[in-house]
């Protein structure tokens, strides 16, 4: 009983670490982008490590069958959520998420240029 | 009541002030950063506290937030681009 409290407060204190240390890196970094990699360790590191300490401390139950539904839920988002959001914020800055604009000002592809 | 869990999850919400700050000082794509940080947290606050409590029910929450924040998070970005 001892060792279980043990190792599910040594897990929480390292999700609480993770946590705490992400969101001074979003609070440090300068822009956008470098922020945008702190939230992986929150959104993925640490619901890990939560979702392991309940096993620890309930065992296979239903409880934990829902945090670890949250925690596939969130693990698989997030690569689509980050790359959307990059992808938004390039637009706003730039106008088009790519390296060069392949069509003109007229909307068309200019003659020789590849399809992407 | 687990003491553990609940220690862990006021500490988490104590964690997230200095994304608060970026949240309401950054520009747009900062705040959007932040937004997104800051509901990944809720989820496992949230996960904390049903724990923590033994609530059985409340661990349907994280999940329900988890799937939220996927949603609301794309329709977030898409408006960012476009219109905000």
């Known amino acids: ?55 620890v401390q309930a065992g296979w139950y239903e ?32 106008g088009d998420w790519r390296l060069q604009r392949i069509n003109g000002p007229s909307g068309r592809a200019p003659r020789g240029a590849r399809e992407r | 009541m687990v003491m553990g869990f609940v220690a862990a999850a006021i500490a988490m919400l104590a964690a ?29 606050v949230l996960a904390l506290l049903a724990q923590g409590f033994q609530r059985s029910g409340l661990f349907e929450l994280p999940v329900l937030l988890a799937v939220l924040m996927y949603g609301s998070s794309l329709v977030f970005v898409r408006a960012m681009e476009r219109w905000l």
């Open chain 1, 1 to 55: 009983m001892i060792v279980k409290d043990v190792v599910s407060d040594v897990l929480l204190g390292m999700a609480v670490l993770v946590v705490a240390g992400a969101s001074l890196g979003v609070l440090l970094m300068r822009d956008a982008y470098q922020k945008l990699h702190f939230v992986t360790p929150a959104a993925l590191a640490a619901p890990a490590l939560v979702a392991l300490a309940v096993l």
């Open chain 1, 63 to 94: 409880n934990t069958g829902e945090t670890f539904l949250a925690l596939v839920i969130m693990a698989a988002a997030g690569p689509f959520v980050s790359h959307a959001t990059v992808r938004a914020i390039r637009i706003r800055e730039k």
């Open chain 2, 16 to 44: 997230i002030i200095p994304a608060a700050i970026v949240l309401c000082r950054a520009d747009v794509g900062g705040s959007v950063v932040a937004y997104e940080f800051i509901t990944s947290v809720i989820v496992i």
